[in-house]
């Protein structure tokens, strides 16, 4: 029996900063155990978008579900009240989100920035937390570096971290921001193996990338973003070898 | 050579040159045996001369001089008097300096909501606690009791439930801790503000994703980040409060500097007194200081500043 709930239901978001509109009405959906990669050139909102399904930056108008929950509202009647505080952190615990810039807690350990969100949010006792943590690393390729401290790692090392660290909470969903943008080139492709193990092993996820190699190999789905609208979506081998829209022609001419 | 040589003869030239030759090596193996000395810095012997000379003259002088009057110095610091007059300021210090950095906290946090009224109502807080000097506070907070002659407790604007003479509920002692904490915590509020706004916003972006709880996110992610930058500057707080205890002398509190002040319209001898209370508030500031650096420490994470020091 097949599922039909979407694990990611994105509906006509929009979002503006001062003036400037960044999304103009983005439709997004992927089945359980699909993966999604956004291309486009900067400041297409690709950010803005990932940021908008997890309430990061809370749409103007849409919606977004993930695994069927509406995030950041609750139906009461006839109206839509916002969240609070503590049921939209719920919300996000479901969600696993990794930066650019990794954002690792630096006053903390690899092990301590891992257990954070497992111990803190959910409640998870330390010594399971802690056992779980080991086995993340050990996946990240980092088994022995969990007593070390962030800056003490490489770029790609901390990133790889970031990753453990968004699966600790065992999330329905994964976003990634650009995850090797912040990286030496030489870093890039360890970050990248370990997303395509998690691509292959069934993980839901959507990743804004300017590697469309990478795009290529673990999308189901690539979306061609740009000023913020889905100029174009479709199979990777359709999207970056067949673009059917002007734009994604352009786009793909210009990065290729 | 070459490059020079481009360039037309001026009488100042030869002074280039002749620099320029001493600056030659003899042969390529001569450097190594030739041995390293530091460059010449005569201006640094000289003012450290300079700054020695002085200040073996004012030592001198505290010696030589008669009118320092050692011997009274040394009847009043460590007489009971005096004591007694310091642990009270050291009480008027930790207590305001408790309050007024846990009023602060709460005025600080209100500062950085995302609700338009607290943050209005915190600002306008720290404007006018800021804007109005100590003193004049004190003097207020003291002279209470002819403001409103009862302080009650009821609905705003409507009935009072239990009331009390002001003059009972606030004594001087009262007065004074009230005073200093509020200036304190105006204080202590525009340092933790910006002790939390040093912290990149990443950690608070990444702390919101992973869903950890508010309370949460400021006791392990924001906060041991912010003190970094908060702790120098709360300690700098910390000494200017001590010394500011010395302005409730006019409320006629038994601190240091009033009864130094007692003792000295007393017996008329003003020096030696005054250096009993610049000893005892030199001896606190150190104590004071001896805490931040381990305090610091405590804070301070590997890799934090650069490489060092954590490590030292």
Same mark, same amino acid.
């Given at each position: 029996?097949?599922?039909?709930?979407?694990?990611?239901?994105?509906?006509?978001?929009?979002?503006?900063?001062?003036? *400037?509109?960044?999304?103009?009405?983005?439709?997004?959906?992927?089945?359980?155990?699909?993966?999604?990669?956004?291309?486009?050139?900067?400041?297409?909102?690709?950010? !803005?978008?990932?940021?908008?399904?997890?309430?990061?930056?809370?749409?103007?108008?849409?919606?977004?579900?993930?695994?069927?929950?509406?995030?950041?509202?609750?139906?009461?009647?006839?109206?839509?009240?916002?969240?609070?505080?503590?049921?939209?952190?719920?919300?996000? !615990?479901?969600?696993?989100?990794?930066?650019?810039?990794?954002?690792?807690?630096?006053?903390?350990?690899?092990?301590?920035?891992?257990?954070?969100?497992?111990?803190?949010?959910?409640?998870?006792?330390?010594?399971?937390?802690?056992?779980?943590?080991?086995?993340?690393?050990?996946?990240?390729?980092?088994?022995?570096?969990?007593?070390?401290?962030?800056?003490?790692?490489?770029?790609?090392?901390?990133?790889?971290?970031?990753?453990?660290?968004?699966?600790?909470?065992?999330?329905?969903?994964?976003?990634?921001?650009?995850?090797?943008?912040?990286?030496?080139?030489?870093?890039?492709?360890?970050?990248? *193996?370990?997303?395509?193990?998690?691509?292959?092993?069934?993980?839901?996820?959507?990743?804004?990338?300017?590697?469309?190699?990478?795009?290529?190999?673990?999308?189901? !789905?690539?979306?061609?973003?740009?000023?913020?609208?889905?100029?174009?979506?479709?199979?990777?081998?359709?999207?970056?070898?067949?673009?059917?829209?002007?734009?994604?022609?352009?786009?793909?001419?210009?990065?290729? | 050579?070459?490059?020079?040589?481009?360039?037309?003869?001026?009488?100042?030239?030869?002074?280039?040159?002749? +620099? +320029?030759?001493?600056?030659?090596?003899?042969?390529?193996?001569?450097?190594?045996?030739?041995?390293?000395?530091?460059?010449?810095?005569?201006? +640094?012997?000289?003012?450290?001369?300079?700054?020695? @000379?002085?200040?073996?003259?004012?030592?001198?002088?505290? @010696?030589?001089?008669?009118?320092?009057?050692?011997?009274?110095?040394?009847?009043?610091?460590?007489?009971?008097?005096?004591?007694?007059?310091?642990?009270?300021?050291?009480?008027?210090?930790?207590?305001? #300096?408790?309050?007024?950095?846990?009023?602060?906290?709460?005025?600080?946090?209100?500062?950085?909501?995302?609700?338009?009224?607290?943050?209005? @109502?915190?600002?306008?807080?720290?404007?006018?606690?800021?804007?109005?000097?100590?003193?004049?506070?004190?003097?207020?907070?003291?002279?209470?009791?002819?403001?409103? &002659?009862?302080?009650?407790?009821?609905?705003?604007?409507?009935?009072?439930?239990?009331?009390?003479?002001?003059?009972?509920?606030?004594?001087?002692?009262?007065?004074?801790?009230?005073?200093?904490?509020?200036?304190?915590?105006?204080?202590?509020?525009?340092?933790?503000?910006?002790?939390?706004?040093?912290?990149?916003? #990443?950690?608070?972006?990444?702390?919101?994703?992973?869903?950890?709880? +508010?309370?949460?996110?400021? &006791?392990?992610?924001?906060?041991?980040?912010?003190?970094?930058?908060?702790?120098?500057?709360?300690?700098?707080?910390?000494?200017?409060?001590?010394?500011?205890?010395?302005?409730?002398?006019?409320?006629?509190?038994?601190?240091?500097?009033?009864?130094?002040?007692?003792?000295?319209?007393?017996?008329?001898?003003? @020096?030696?007194?005054?250096?009993?209370?610049?000893?005892?508030?030199?001896?606190?500031?150190?104590?004071?200081?001896?805490?931040?650096?381990?305090?610091?420490? &405590?804070?301070?994470?590997?890799?934090?500043?650069?490489?060092?020091?954590?490590?030292?």
């Amino acid at each position: 029996m097949k599922d039909e709930t979407p694990a990611l239901d994105v509906r006509g978001v929009h979002k503006a900063f001062g003036g *400037t509109e960044v999304l103009r009405g983005v439709d997004l959906r992927l089945r359980r155990g699909e993966s999604a990669a956004v291309i486009g050139p900067s400041g297409a909102g690709k950010s !803005t978008l990932l940021r908008a399904i997890n309430h990061l930056e809370a749409p103007d108008r849409g919606h977004v579900l993930v695994d069927g929950e509406l995030m950041g509202y609750r139906r009461h009647r006839r109206v839509l009240v916002a969240l609070r505080d503590r049921e939209l952190l719920r919300q996000r !615990t479901r969600i696993g989100f990794v930066f650019q810039n990794f954002n690792l807690f630096p006053h903390l350990t690899v092990t301590e920035n891992i257990i954070e969100a497992p111990v803190g949010a959910l409640g998870v006792p330390p010594a399971r937390a802690r056992e779980r943590a080991a086995r993340l690393l050990a996946r990240v390729g980092l088994a022995d570096r969990g007593g070390a401290y962030p800056r003490q790692l490489s770029g790609g090392q901390q990133q790889r971290v970031a990753i453990a660290r968004a699966l600790a909470l065992e999330p329905v969903l994964l976003l990634f921001d650009e995850p090797t943008s912040a990286l030496d080139p030489e870093l890039v492709n360890e970050v990248l *193996t370990v997303i395509k193990d998690l691509a292959r092993e069934g993980t839901t996820m959507v990743v804004a990338t300017h590697e469309l190699g990478f795009a290529r190999e673990i999308a189901d !789905t690539v979306i061609f973003l740009d000023s913020g609208v889905v100029v174009e979506a479709g199979p990777p081998e359709q999207l970056l070898d067949a673009p059917r829209h002007a734009r994604t022609q352009a786009f793909l001419a210009k990065v290729l | 050579m070459e490059l020079g040589a481009r360039w037309p003869r001026r009488p100042g030239a030869t002074l280039t040159e002749a +620099r +320029r030759a001493t600056n030659l090596p003899d042969g390529p193996d001569d450097l190594d045996a030739l041995p390293r000395v530091p460059a010449p810095r005569p201006w +640094r012997w000289v003012a450290g001369a300079v700054g020695l @000379v002085l200040a073996a003259q004012f030592g001198h002088g505290l @010696v030589t001089n008669p009118a320092w009057e050692w011997g009274t110095f040394f009847d009043y610091l460590l007489s009971e008097t005096v004591v007694s007059a310091v642990w009270v300021t050291v009480q008027l210090v930790l207590v305001s #300096g408790v309050l007024g950095f846990a009023l602060g906290s709460l005025i600080g946090a209100m500062r950085l909501s995302r609700s338009r009224m607290l943050r209005g @109502v915190a600002g306008t807080y720290v404007w006018a606690l800021r804007s109005v000097p100590l003193m004049v506070q004190l003097l207020f907070w003291f002279n209470l009791a002819y403001l409103y &002659r009862r302080i009650g407790l009821g609905i705003p604007f409507g009935p009072v439930l239990v009331s009390v003479d002001t003059l009972h509920l606030i004594g001087t002692m009262a007065a004074a801790v009230i005073g200093l904490t509020l200036h304190q915590s105006a204080y202590a509020a525009e340092i933790i503000r910006g002790g939390v706004a040093s912290v990149d916003p #990443g950690q608070m972006a990444a702390a919101e994703a992973l869903g950890i709880p +508010r309370l949460r996110q400021w &006791r392990r992610i924001l906060l041991p980040q912010a003190m970094r930058a908060i702790l120098p500057n709360a300690v700098n707080e910390i000494v200017s409060l001590l010394k500011s205890t010395s302005l409730v002398s006019v409320m006629a509190i038994g601190e240091l500097f009033y009864r130094v002040q007692i003792l000295y319209g007393r017996n008329g001898r003003v @020096v030696p007194l005054l250096m009993v209370a610049t000893v005892w508030y030199l001896a606190l500031t150190t104590v004071l200081t001896l805490v931040q650096h381990r305090v610091e420490r &405590r804070f301070a994470w590997v890799g934090s500043d650069g490489d060092g020091r954590a490590a030292a």
